[in-house]
T-cell receptor, first 113, second 115 residues
Framework: DQQVKQNSPSLSVQEGRISILNCDYT??????FLWYKKYPAEGPTFLIS?????DKNEDGRFTVFLNKSAKHLSLHIVPSQPGDSAVYFC????????????FGKGNQVVVIP | EAGVTQFPSHSVIEKGQTVTLRCDPI?????LYWYRRVMGKEIKFLLH????????ESGMPNNRFLAERTGGTYSTLKVQPAELEDSGVYFC?????????????FGPGTRLTVL
């Protein structure tokens, strides 16, 4: 039973434009959400996170939005750069669950120069 | 500061053989996690250590998998005997224990192929 879902497996975007990645979750116990970026043959790299007490967190070109009532979060990358081309994973955890991460299947992002 | 390291990077074994994967977490990180990604599926949690103690092993597939973290430093994950469905990429991650919510830092993974 997959608790974190990422639809639209791949996304192509022009350099300089906005990339928007979406993520839905089903477990209402999740209280911390993270986005990881992964290049081929490497492990996931932490990108940005948000706790359930917030609805937005911004770090440079990356912004994560959380809609708790809809159990939905999104990652905005603006402006997109060719180096952003990677697979992006949405992950969620619950403090009551010892912070183990539940991952989505990932979105492949290709930024076209 | 060195990141999480894993050894080997690749392993190809035959069904029925034994394989041991190793993970060295970031120095000072008490939390150590093992995850696995099977082809085409999401990354799934296997188990969690706090120092040398197993905190949660609810994700371990079956008793062919044995994880240890003697001394609370590096960890090993042994698969014995390996089956075809064990193929995948095994990731290790570590995090600090001092924060309420903590980002987990991942190693590059070990790609295991069972033939």
């Amino acid at each position: 039973d997959q608790q974190v879902k990422q639809n639209s497996p791949s996304l192509s975007v022009q350099e300089g434009r906005i990339s928007i990645l979406n993520c839905d979750y089903t477990n209402s116990m999740f209280d911390y959400f993270l986005w990881y970026k992964k290049y081929p043959a490497e492990g996931p790299t932490f990108l940005i996170s948000i706790s359930s007490i917030k609805d937005k967190n911004e770090d440079g070109r990356f912004t994560v939005f959380l809609n708790k009532s809809a159990k939905h979060l999104s990652l905005h990358i603006v402006p997109s750069q060719p180096g952003d081309s990677a697979v992006y994973f949405c992950a969620a955890s619950a403090l009551s669950g010892n912070n183990r991460l539940a991952f989505g299947k990932g979105n492949q992002v290709v930024v076209i120069p | 500061e060195a990141g999480v390291t894993q050894f080997p990077s690749h392993s190809v074994i035959e069904k029925g053989q034994t394989v041991t994967l190793r993970c060295d977490p970031i120095s000072g990180h008490d939390n150590l996690y093992w995850y696995r990604r099977v082809m085409g599926k999401e990354i799934k949690f296997l188990l969690h250590f706090v120092k040398e103690s197993k905190q949660d092993e609810s994700g371990m597939p079956n008793n062919r998998f044995l994880a240890e973290r003697t001394g609370g430093t590096y960890s090993t994950l042994k698969v014995q005997p390996a089956e075809l469905e064990d193929s995948g990429v095994y990731f290790c991650a570590s995090s600090q224990a001092s924060r309420l919510y903590n980002e987990q830092f991942f190693g590059p993974g070990t790609r295991l192929t069972v033939l």
